[in-house]
């Protein structure tokens, strides 16, 4: 980062966003495929649900996707953010983002090259989703989205290599249930923050959760 770039910064998330502009993100699977490059899905809240990408919770305020969208972007893989339509059913879409990795797998990306990455509702499209492929290979970031929808499903299990974020103030916190029912688990790395925003932590691209989220993406 120069000089200039970091003067004009005034938070960590305005200095990712500000690198991450020019950055290529795509709301599918883009049309040319690399087979041998990194592909990263990211998958929203229930609250963007919609045509909104930035509504507002009475409590926890402004969910901005595009800011999270940006941030979480970079050089070093190709970043996959849909907006998910108004009322999808969860086993609906997670149809659809099983076969958005399968469509990667089916050309020749490798397993191992493929992220997923969901908060809150999209945490648990996450969950089910890596109980669908059940591939050891695939990386799975958990932002809070070990909640109700989760713990009624109580058949579905973890697979690969799970890294779980959830916030001390909120009441949606450990995943460590879903863990111990995951017999099949490559590995599993739980984190928590404490910025007393409850659920709204992950409503914007906080440096507490972004740094070690995109740290534990490239190093993976």
């Not at 972007?73 to 609906?92: C, F, M, N, Q, W």
């Not at 797998?105 to 969950?127: E, H, K, P, Q, Y």
Request: proline share 4%; hydrophobic share 40%; aromatic share 10%.
């Amino acid at each position: 980062m120069n000089h200039l770039l970091h003067a004009a910064c005034t938070s960590f998330a305005a200095c990712v966003a500000s690198i991450a502009s020019a950055k290529a993100i795509y709301p599918d699977v883009p049309e040319q495929i690399n087979p041998s490059a990194k592909y990263v899905f990211y998958s929203h809240g229930y609250i963007v649900e919609g045509d909104n990408e930035t509504p507002i919770h009475k409590r926890w305020g402004k969910y901005d996707f595009p800011a999270i969208k940006q941030a979480l972007s970079d050089d070093a893989y190709t970043l996959i953010a849909e907006h998910r339509p108004k009322g999808v059913a969860p086993e609906t879409y997670t149809k659809t983002l099983v076969s958005k990795v399968r469509k990667l797998l089916d050309v020749g990306v490798s397993a191992s090259n493929i992220t997923l990455v969901g908060f809150s509702r999209g945490g648990a499209l996450t969950i089910m989703a890596s109980d669908a492929l059940k591939n050891d290979a695939i990386h799975y970031v958990i932002l809070a989205g070990c909640a109700g929808l989760i713990k009624s499903k109580t058949e579905i299990q973890l697979y690969g290599k799970v890294l779980s974020v959830y916030e001390t103030s909120d009441q949606v916190g450990s995943c460590d249930f879903v863990k111990a029912r995951s017999a099949n688990l490559k590995s599993f790395t739980e984190l928590s923050i404490s910025t007393g925003k409850e659920h709204g932590a992950f409503y914007v691209p906080r440096e507490e959760w972004l740094k070690p989220v995109k740290s534990w993406i490239l190093n993976h």
